[in-house]
């Protein structure tokens, strides 16, 4: 048993760990820029999808992963500019809006798909993907345990850590950041000392339809090299709940998102070795499971912004 | 402190309409330079719309707004800012889980290479409040602070924006003599400094106290303009309200009282939400027939002593008895089953439900039991005729029992909280604050109401800050202040001047003699 | 005047089942219930009240007619951009959904309807049951399971009955643990559901191997066995034998159903406290309301509903479990409960709505080689038109012309004017 674990826990689980936290981190970020704003964003999933899609597209078609990178990210903000706008200026309840950009998000890419390759399913490969650009930081890469899983990956796991410094530092200390809090606890005094709400909360969720396109440009031109109809196989709500469990803040939300990473890691690697002879899907259900006992422990514990998912509007846009 | 002669801000014929609602109109009114202007007018007059259009929150149906001479059209709180308008709103516009700091640079922060520069925002802010005489920890989260000190931070925002003229709207409201005292003599200090003020209010004597004139307004429409040093009390508030008014509701003497009370609050101890005390030690008792009314200013441990006789929180110690049973722990229903009544302060949230129908909100804590409701199955004629006797019983004017209840007026809709809670025949009844925002014919109607339940015999506890309204129809008065009943008296046998030392000073208001 | 009533409920009935299985003769019993309504009303209201409601009726639909007709030529114009006709195309879904594949469409509307309904019993309960999908595969699989494990010594209709309930039985223990999580700890019903739905559907494969689909021993490895026919729905072609053989008298459970729910939310002390309790939990708490109990029987009766779906398609259509589940019940259920504004018979007809572009939409693919994705498009557009209350206004107000490109010189002109 012993010999089992430790052939469980290796460098490469950490470093999977890390690699397979990747898309829900990139997706939680935009979670807690999104709610912390107060607009509640479950439409992340769909977003995600978006970008993966054009990541995809556009790297096969310039034949440069980067560029791919690029495309996916300004598909997935111009997708959720339709959230946006059917958000703060149409009022739109929060959720539905949500799902809807869901429902529109799983019909645009497979109709693309067929436009754009020909066929239903999966998509062309890319021939350079962004693996290709793995690198290792010299001293650090070579740390015991920690140094290949944290330093020594591909670019968009690198882009993540960065993206959750610095969305923590934008949070804290810049006046975009103040005006994001102020936005979703009392949008109204915001309001009133004259930052226009709308224009940042519209700015909140560009900025997570960014997030999410990082994240679904991971999923097809990093971790794979082509885009597969629903590849983003849950991981937009798993970062929901990841942004509750860290308590809308980046630091909080990266620990949640290893957790995921974790789990996800530990069942293929699980698997692989063959442990407890339970049939392949039970490991493959772990990180749905995982996330709905993270989210029973601890929800209790964190604070949502106070106007969360509360339509937002000022005098003058709607007379009686 | 004599004002100069330059107009610095001056509306004429100023009107908004909201629909068929006319908040405004034709009001024309002018601020002179380094003077203290108070606008009077009762709940509803027209003093926080003709506020907000001047600030630059709602645009006028008509008029115009001259700033220093030039004609100004504010389409947001920003363009009137940058102006050199500050406004202290009745409603704090602060972010509760900010630092002061943040609250007060909230939108005009120093920055450099993209960050804030908190430390030199700090010392502008000490600044500031050192040069003005408002004290404040900058580091503070807002929502740790006293109301008092958060009216400060929100001054202290209007003068971090250099503002040249200053509207506070219902500033003494919530504060104790003592912070009006303080408040007063700031505001003197920044006239005296060239700093032109507004202040919007219904009490009289402070704005006599602190203003050069009054303008005083009544439906919507400015009625009067008076110099502060020649005008009297009674002249403006006749002007206030039209006609000479004494709110005339003859108070029954309470029916004959049991030994035996029907409420009975033993050495009470409620802790708030956030876990600090609440209610401390507190001992009250309610008869038949009798009315209590508990004064005191909101913030008080009001909240929590009408969910604690109505059973929506726990209690940390103590005993509440009812008809001399031990009810301490009973949920709202078992207690609303036993002849309880409740007529919560927000009728909106937590008294009707908005989009229900008249029928169906008459039901409301009733929809268990025969006629309404038989084998689990609504009887939707009983429910009807329910509705449409209650309806005429309570003088609720709508169309039919199937009318949505959003779209009664507020006296209407309280009708309707009360005409359900009166008619479940209870044996005690528990009223907070029952005519905010009512009009005065409404509130006479419930009053009316009130009564006659007393002369049946019910037990009445009412929680009101309005103290015209305690004097009004309670038999005995018992005053909170900090959770703690501080003072309790006969309501012939005290006065308005009484109560309100013992409410805003607490233990320490010496007992009249 | 009941006279008129009853013989129009009778004409509407019989002209609903003949239209359903295809005889469209049905139609014209049901124009005749609708005149012989229409004239009992009048007789009732009297010519004034009467044409007002009439006039107030096509208002209302004016509306969604409209939305789904502007949503139509925004895909069409998508189909142009991209190299496709849509004339054609079209041509093709009307006929296909409405005519040829009629059949299909209500096949597709059956389990459309219920989780519609479990969705909007949630919803009026103040609950998003977004995870409708998992509640749904629960369904399926234990219906499959009794069905092929149930003795045939039972009596058909015994036994159909018998699976049904455990089916819905099934459906609400799945959203037992969301609904504890949300009464006590306040976790989003949202999450909770939807990883329910993902384990559920990830271990389904277990279930199809342990009954016939093992791809070691079967022919079919990615299906179970057929359940035994005994337990099979009957068919509409028993009674009306023109009809399409695969038509099942589920439409009609379903139907019954969306009355059924109806009738709880609207008439029982239940529905009106968890209606209560979803648009107000303060109000419906301060007056005695068991928050909790209410809020754990709405996600419970919501699973129980969404199983049902399930249940329907096994014994009705499939008789076996398929391993492909991926059906997008659930976000497919949200879309026809918010387009039917949560009212339980309109449900009935944005699933066939709905049932129609796919079945529709699966004939243009065929017929026209049009990607039937572009359905699923047309089918967002919809939803965010009609749903969209502030668009509407707006639109209104400033008139259809005026709306492109001059909002903000023309509220400008409003503000003046009022």
Redesign the interface.
């Known amino acids: 048993m012993n010999g089992a674990l430790l052939q469980l826990f290796t460098p490469q689980l950490f470093e999977a760990m890390v690699r397979l936290a990747t898309p829900v981190t990139f997706a939680a970020l935009a979670a807690v820029i999104c709610e912390r704003s107060g607009v509640t964003n ?1 439409a992340m999933e769909g977003v995600m999808l978006v970008g993966a899609f054009f990541a995809a597209w556009v790297g096969w078609l310039a034949g440069n992963p980067w560029i791919g990178m690029l495309g996916g990210v300004a598909g997935s903000m111009l997708f959720s500019l339709l959230f946006a706008w ?1 958000v703060v ?4 309840n929060h ?2 809006a949500g ?2 950009m ?3 998000a ?3 890419t ?2 693309l ?3 754009c390759f020909g066929r ?1 399913g999966t998509s062309e490969s890319l021939p350079r993907t962004l693996q290709d650009y793995k690198f290792a930081i010299p001293v650090l890469s070579k740390i015991p345990y920690v140094g290949p899983a944290l330093f020594n990956q591909t670019p968009l796991v690198y882009l993540s850590i960065i993206s959750v410094i610095v969305l923590s ?1 934008v949070l804290l ?3 975009f950041g ?2 994001i ?2 936005a979703g ?2 949008p ?9 709400v709308y224009k940042i909360r519209y700015s909140a969720v560009l900025l997570s339809g960014l997030f999410c396109g990082l994240a679904g440009a991971f999923l097809s031109i990093e971790n794979s090299n082509s885009f597969t109809e ?1 590849m983003t ?2 991981r937009g ?2 970062a ?2 990841a942004n ?1 469990a860290g308590a809308w803040k980046p630091g909080g939300v990266f620990i949640a998102s290893l957790f995921f990473g974790f789990v996800d890691a530990l069942q293929l690697r699980a698997q692989s070795l063959g442990l407890l002879s339970l ?1 392949s ?2 490991f ?2 772990f990180p ?2 995982a ?2 006992i993270a ?2 422990g601890l ?2 514990r964190s604070r949502p912004p ?1 106007a969360l998912g509360e339509d937002f509007r ?3 846009e ?3 | 402190m004599t004002p100069g002669q330059q107009n610095v801000l001056e509306t004429q014929h100023i009107t908004k309409r909201f629909g068929h609602l006319v908040a405004n109109d034709d009001i024309s009114i002018l601020l002179k330079k380094g003077e203290i202007l108070a606008i009077l007018g009762e709940n509803g007059a027209g003093k926080t719309t003709l506020m907000n259009i001047l600030f630059g929150l709602y645009r006028p149906t008509s008029g115009s707004i001259k700033l220093q001479g030039v004609d100004v059209n504010f389409r947001s709180p920003r363009e009137a800012i940058a102006a050199g308008l500050g406004m202290v709103h009745q409603h704090f516009m602060l972010v509760p889980p900010l630092t002061v700091t943040q609250n007060i640079i909230l939108g005009q922060e120093p920055v450099k290479n993209g960050h804030i520069l908190y430390d030199k925002a700090k010392k502008e802010v000490q600044e500031l409040s050192r040069r003005f005489g408002l004290e404040i920890d900058p580091d503070a989260p807002v929502m740790d602070l006293p109301v008092g000190l958060q009216q400060r931070v929100e001054i202290l925002k209007a003068l971090y924006r250099k503002a040249s003229v200053l509207i506070l709207d219902e500033p003494t409201a919530v504060l104790s003599p003592r912070e009006v005292e303080e408040l007063f003599e700031v505001l003197k200090k920044l006239a005296a400094n060239g700093t032109s003020i507004i202040i919007i209010t219904h009490k009289l004597e402070e704005a006599l106290s602190i203003a050069n004139r009054v303008y005083v307004l009544r439906r919507g429409k400015l009625v009067a303009e008076m110099d502060a040093t020649r005008a009297t009390p009674q002249e403006l508030a006749n002007q206030m309200v039209g006609r000479p008014v004494v709110l005339s509701v003859e108070k029954p003497t309470p029916t004959s009282r049991d030994t035996a009370p029907i409420l009975k609050l033993e050495k009470l101890c409620v802790r708030s939400q956030r876990g600090l005390p609440a209610l401390v030690n507190v001992d009250l008792s309610v008869h038949r027939g009798e009315i209590l009314g508990i004064a005191g200013v909101e913030g008080n441990g009001q909240d929590e002593l009408c969910k604690a006789v109505i059973g929506l929180c726990g209690i940390e110690s103590g005993s509440i008895r009812y008809k001399d049973k031990d009810i301490s722990h009973w949920n709202s229903r078992r207690r609303i089953e036993a002849g309880v009544g409740y007529i919560p302060e927000d009728r909106h949230t937590s008294g009707l439900v908005l989009p229900f129908t008249l029928s169906e909100n008459l039901i409301l804590g009733k929809s268990d039991r025969p006629p309404l409701c038989r084998h689990g199955i609504l009887n939707k004629r009983e429910i009807d005729s329910n509705a449409t006797k209650l309806m005429q019983q309570y003088d609720v004017r709508a169309e039919r029992p199937s009318t949505t209840v959003s779209t009664l007026s507020g006296g209407n809709q309280q009708k309707v909280v009360v005409a359900r809670e009166f008619s479940r025949n209870p044996d005690f009844l528990l009223i907070s604050q029952p005519t905010r925002g009512l009009d005065v014919g409404a509130i006479e109607y419930i009053y009316k109401k009130i009564n006659e339940l007393k002369v049946q015999g019910v037990g009445i506890l009412l929680i009101s800050m309005e103290l015209e309204e305690i004097f009004a129809i309670a038999d005995r008065i018992a005053v909170l202040h900090k959770g703690e009943v501080v003072f309790e008296s006969l309501a012939q046998a005290t006065s308005q001047t009484e109560v309100g030392e013992y409410m805003f000073r607490g233990k320490l208001a010496r007992r009249a003699q | 005047m009941i006279v008129l009533h009853v013989l129009a409920l009778l004409l509407a009935v019989a002209g609903s089942v003949l239209y359903l299985a295809s005889y469209f003769e049905g139609g014209l019993l049901l124009i005749g219930a609708l005149v012989l309504e229409g004239f009992a009303q009048r007789k009732k209201l009297g010519k004034a009240a009467f044409t007002q409601q009439v006039k107030g009726l096509a208002q209302k639909s004016l509306v969604p007619v409209v939305g789904i007709v502007v949503a139509l030529v925004i895909g069409a114009i998508i189909m142009a951009l991209t190299g496709y006709d849509p004339v054609k195309a079209y041509e093709a879904l009307f006929y296909g959904g409405l005519i040829k594949n009629w059949h299909v469409t209500v096949l597709n509307a059956v389990p459309l309807i219920f989780t519609g309904l479990a969705i909007t019993f949630a919803f009026q309960g103040g609950l998003f049951n977004i995870g409708a999908e998992g509640q749904y595969y629960i369904g399926v699989i234990v219906s499959t399971w009794l069905g092929l494990t149930l003795s045939p010594s039972l009596p058909s209709w015994f036994g159909i009955v018998l699976i049904y309930l455990a089916a819905m039985l099934a459906g609400a223990l799945l959203n037992v643990i969301p609904a504890l999580l949300k009464v006590n700890t306040g976790a989003h019903e949202v999450v909770t559901t939807m990883m329910l739905a993902y384990t559920v559907r990830t271990l389904s494969p277990l279930f199809i191997r342990a009954f016939g689909g093992d791809p070691k021993t079967s022919s079919h490895p990615l299906a179970t066995d057929a359940i035994k026919d005994r337990f099979w729905l009957p068919l509409f072609q028993s009674i009306l034998p023109e009809a399409i053989y695969r038509l099942h008298i589920g439409i009609l459970l379903a139907i019954v159903a969306a009355f059924v729910t109806r009738y709880i939310l609207r008439s029982t002390n239940l529905g009106y406290k968890i209606r209560a309790l979803g648009y107000n939990p303060k109000a419906a708490r301060t007056y005695g309301i068991p928050v909790g109990w209410m809020t754990t029987t709405a996600l419970l009766i919501s699973g129980a509903l969404a199983a049902m779906a399930g249940a329907t398609q096994v014994l009705g259509l499939d008789h076996r479990m398929f391993q492909d589940l991926n059906a997008g019940y659930g976000w497919n259920g949200i879309s026809i409960a918010l387009l039917a504004q949560n009212n339980p018979v309109a449900i009935i007809f944005t699933a066939l709505l709905w049932g129609a572009l796919d079945a529709g939409g699966q004939y243009m693919a065929r017929v026209t080689h049009t990607p039937n994705a572009i359905i699923e498009i047309i089918k967002g557009i919809i939803l965010f038109l009609l749903l969209s209350e502030s668009l509407y206004e707006q639109l209104k107000k400033h008139g259809f012309w005026k709306r492109w490109g001059r909002r903000r010189a023309s509220r400008k002109q409003k503000e003046v004017a009022a």
Not at chain 1, 188 to 196: D, I
């Open positions: 479950i059917a200026s149409l009022h739109f959720v539905v799902a809807i869901n429902i529109l799983f019909g645009i497979r109709y798909m067929m436009i239903q530092w200390r810049t006046r103040l005006s809090n102020a606890e009392h109204m005094a915001l309001e009133t000392l004259g930052r226009s629903g196989d849950g709500f798993i929901l709940a509750i049939p899907e039970v493959l259900a749905y499971v996330t709905i989210v029973a929800v209790r106070a000022i005098e003058g709607s007379e009686t």
